[in-house]
């Protein structure tokens, strides 16, 4: 599996001391509050982050998962967002939700589901990501959170796939060209 990486893009350590920089922030900003804090992993990239991420926040909270899909050509997404699994839960009055995702793209997803939950009747709705590429948006989308911008290149590992491979890798890192090339002609 290692030798299909080119390069260690944020090491097991950059990971580390990144989460905790986003875990303390968040304790910081909610500690405050007097609604519900609900974390909401989407599903299945952000397990890995969500997983350590919520181990390092201070203050009471709970989990949801959503699943959304955007479909597209392997590597690009598409733009168009299909909710697979939604929240199941009736009353948001007083929730304030704070999306966690893997990586920011286009700002597709985050924005829509944004826009999903709102309308679902949620107190707030913030959003933290641990990758973003900047570059690539568009709509126009900022997290409340981000752990890291990255260049345009497709990353995997600590979660995130290629095929729904790659997920186990403890350091997040670049995809040899050759990988795409061969999942091409295998799949
Ligand atoms: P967006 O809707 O274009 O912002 O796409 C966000 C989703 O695309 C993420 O949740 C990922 O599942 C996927 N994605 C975008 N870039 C990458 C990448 O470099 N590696 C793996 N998945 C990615
Ligand atoms: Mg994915």
């Known amino acids: 599996m290692k030798d299909c990486i080119e390069r260690i893009l944020i090491s097991e350590e950059e990971i580390d001391s990144i989460t905790s920089s986003l875990a303390e922030k968040i304790t910081e ?3 405050n509050s007097e609604r519900e804090l609900v974390l909401l992993c989407v599903l299945k990239g952000s397990i890995v982050f969500m997983a350590d991420l919520m181990k390092k926040i201070q203050i009471p909270l709970e989990v949801e998962t959503m699943k959304v899909s955007s479909y597209g050509a392997e590597t690009v997404s598409s733009g168009i967002i299909k909710i697979q699994l939604d929240l199941c839960r009736d009353d948001l009055s007083n929730v304030d ?5 893997d990586i920011i793209d286009s700002g597709n997803t985050l924005s829509k589901l944004t826009k999903h ?3 679902k009747g949620a107190a707030s709705v913030k959003t933290c990501t641990l990758l973003d590429k900047p570059s690539r948006r568009e709509v126009d989308f900022k997290p ?3 752990g890291t911008v990255i ?3 497709f990353v995997v590992g600590y979660g995130l796939d290629y ?3 790659f997920r186990n890798l403890p350091f997040i890192g670049i995809l040899k060209p050759e990988v795409y090339g061969k999942s091409a002609e295998n799949d």
Do not use: G, V
């Open 144 to 146: 409340d959170y981000c």
């Open 97 to 101: 939700i704070l999306i966690i995702e």
């Open 163 to 165: 095929n729904e491979k």
């Open 29 to 31: 900003d909610y500690k």
């Open 151 to 153: 260049p345009d290149e």
């Open 117 to 119: 939950l709102l309308k």
